[in-house]
């Protein structure tokens, strides 16, 4: 997209196409105020002779070109600069349905504007400097939020919070890189006094951006999972129980529950809640070794998503005894994140808990269960928010959660910063600090989108949609 063609005037429905009390068109640019007067009447019959900026109108649509009314409607202008967008916005509060938003849109098009593009309306906003890069991200964020910790998160860095932090450290590296320069300009002159100077720059360094820094990227993974949501994948052999224990988590058939085996022949996906944060649940078909063509199938599947699961729950049966099949899940989940589960302790059976610790070696706690008991999922979820969600829980408010994006642009940063202090003599190389120190700062520059290319850019917005 070229910036110069973003400037002409864009529409778009802005809320979800369906029947429901009120939908709305947001209109952005340049035309957007003569639009609005070439459609928009008072109920009198009367068009307005301006509109007031930040102010509610009630009045109707009609088509300019048979001048038949469309819909009543609430209207609002924001003369640019102070709207969303930086530019002239206009908003139709209409009623909602297919055909009036469709007609609605129709007429907005006649009149010269373009159907906005996912996300321009924002990506303007970001272009005419309303806000920096991670709050147009937090905007995406904070509409695909779905548990309250997301949404929290996304809010912070909505508000700003962190661009702010991020321009605090951009600064101190400029104001250090600027004294480099200047130590680089006067080397002859302060050989003597410049040497402590340069180290006691790159103390700063240590003591206020790196330690920052180092916090954010090592807890990424938390971040992450608060944003996204933790992914549990459910293995153990054929009729442990795998199914039963994700209809009791998510509280509903979800999942078939039969006594036969290899019933369970594709991947099945499911979610709840636990302390805020979604548990995303996969059940997978059991790994045994015989199986039919379609299970063999569902069998890959099983073994991708334990790759890409945040944890495993490894369950294992009480009421029969620990075969190969057992043995070979253990090998291919061994150094996976886990708990282990002993199903089935309804039963009478021959697997105790210290015969599954024999046979692998295992240290932590076995959670002794029955699948088939509604208490029992939630002694599950609670042993969930003591052991795994907990850190995540904590670091969430003590540190900002980042997206992948803003993560390498972090630890590229960090990179060059450690090198800079790593240097063993830096009073002699001055200019590779200065050059790390401005490695450091152009990371931090992209983080915010200061020097954004329109790949990137594109990339980012994409993941918006229309309308926003
Ligand atoms: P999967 O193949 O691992 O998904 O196992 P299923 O969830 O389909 O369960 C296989 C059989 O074991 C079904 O008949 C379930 O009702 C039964 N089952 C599952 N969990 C328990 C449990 O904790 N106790 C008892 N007694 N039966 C269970």
Redesign the pocket.
Known sequence: MDIACRRDTICAIATPIGIGGIGILKISGADALRILHSLFVKPNGERPAAFESHRLVYGWIRDPETGDPVDEVLVSYMAGPHSYTGEDVVEINCHSGYAVLNRMLEIVLRQGARLAEPGEFTQRAFLSGRMDLSQAEAVADLIHSRSEKALSQATRHLRGDFGREVNRWRELLMDLEAQVEAHLDFADDLSDEGEPELEALLDRVRARVIPALERIVSRYEEGRVLREGLSVV?V????????????ALVGRDR?????M????RDVVEDSFWVAGIQVRVL?TA?IREKPDAIESMGIERTLRSVDEADLVLW?LDH?RPLTEDDDRIHRRIAGKRMLVIL?????PGPTGVEAARSRYGLQGDILE?????AE?AERLKQVLERRVLKDILLSAESTFAVNRRQRDCLARALEALERACALPHPESAPELVSEELRAARKELDALLGLEADEALLDRIFSRFCIGK
């Open positions: 459910l153990g052999k054929p009729n442990v129980g795998k199914s039963s224990l994700l209809n999942a078939i529950v039969t006594p085996e290899g019933t369970t059940d059991g369950i009421s199903n089935k302790t309804d039963r269960m029955c699948a088939l008991r029992d």
